[in-house]
């Protein structure tokens, strides 16, 4: 609780100085000095993503419960303004082969602003590429609520490649290593 407690007032004082700054959004996330880390999920990092998975509505593509089985990257971020902390996951169900598929996308809301869908879907599409993928796919319910985690997965290149009822796959070919955005600072720990 304390921590959400710091993170709304750190929330709070980056508006104020975005509402101060003039200068385009990207001149702002570089002035805010943003920091990410990308890593392969924990043992004890459990509690924080099921709670990403069920909290979050606006930036989680399926709306389900954190998957079991495969692989979770989970995303971290810092700036001038504190810490945040474990911000994202990304469960992968077939990490291997490829193509790789993405369950579950989840940001935190205090997060999904500042760009955190694209870093986190970069950092999957590096490790697979890494590993010999050639396309990475994400599936998304859609819903009302969640536009911005599309809006997220178009900004990181992905399109709309196909749809079964409710769900859509969005689909992001891997010939090339997709690079970060330039106004932020990313640490790949794999």
Request: aromatic letters at 6%; a positive charge.
């Amino acid at each position: 609780a304390r921590s959400r407690v710091d993170s709304y007032r750190q929330r709070e004082r980056r508006r104020a100085a975005r509402s101060a700054f003039d200068g385009s959004e990207e001149d702002f996330l570089r002035w805010c000095e943003l920091r990410a880390t990308l890593r392969p999920a924990a043992t004890g990092d459990r509690d924080r993503l099921v709670e990403l998975a069920l909290r979050t509505t606006q930036y989680n593509s399926t709306g389900a419960e954190l998957p079991a089985g495969g692989e979770a990257v989970v995303l971290s971020l810092a700036d001038r303004f504190g810490d945040d902390g474990l911000v994202g996951v990304a469960a992968v169900s077939t990490p291997d082969g490829p193509e790789w598929t993405v369950d579950l996308v989840a940001v935190s809301c205090r997060a999904g602003g500042r760009g955190a869908v694209p870093v986190l879907l970069t950092g999957v599409a590096r490790l697979a590429r890494s590993r010999g993928a050639q396309r990475l796919s994400v599936r998304c319910r859609l819903t009302e609520r969640n536009v911005p985690i599309r809006l997220g997965l178009k900004q990181a290149g992905f399109a709309a490649a196909g749809r079964t009822g409710d769900v859509a796959a969005y689909t992001l070919d891997l010939a090339d290593v997709p690079a970060y955005p330039r106004w932020i600072t990313v640490t790949e720990q794999r």
